[in-house]
């Protein structure tokens, strides 16, 4: 749903977009810090904001992370 977004602000275009692994941080709402494949050896690190179910709002990407690889770990940021 954020793959959009990333696009957007990283100013390009993914063929491959597919999440590896996720990590949460409950606020109020939810933050995910996902790492995901952009390419054949190219990964991103992705830091979405869901808000909670009654605001009726999809995902939203926060920040993100580029020039990462599939050992990199997941970390807050």
């Known amino acids: 749903q ?3 977004q990333f696009e957007s602000q990283a100013n390009r275009n993914c063929g491959v977009f597919t ?3 996720y990590k949460t941080q409950v ?3 939810t933050i995910y ?3 995901v494949q952009v390419s054949d050896a190219e990964y991103v690190h992705l ?3 869901q808000s ?3 605001e009726n709002q999809g995902p939203s990407l926060v920040s993100f992370q580029t ?3 599939r050992d990199d770990p997941l970390t807050y940021f």
Do not use: E, N, R
């Open 2 to 4: 954020v793959k959009p």
């Open 19 to 21: 999440a590896i692994v």
């Open 27 to 29: 606020v109020a709402g």
């Open 33 to 35: 810090f996902i790492k």
């Open 47 to 49: 830091k979405v904001f």
């Open 52 to 54: 909670l179910p009654q």
């Open 67 to 69: 020039g990462k690889t």
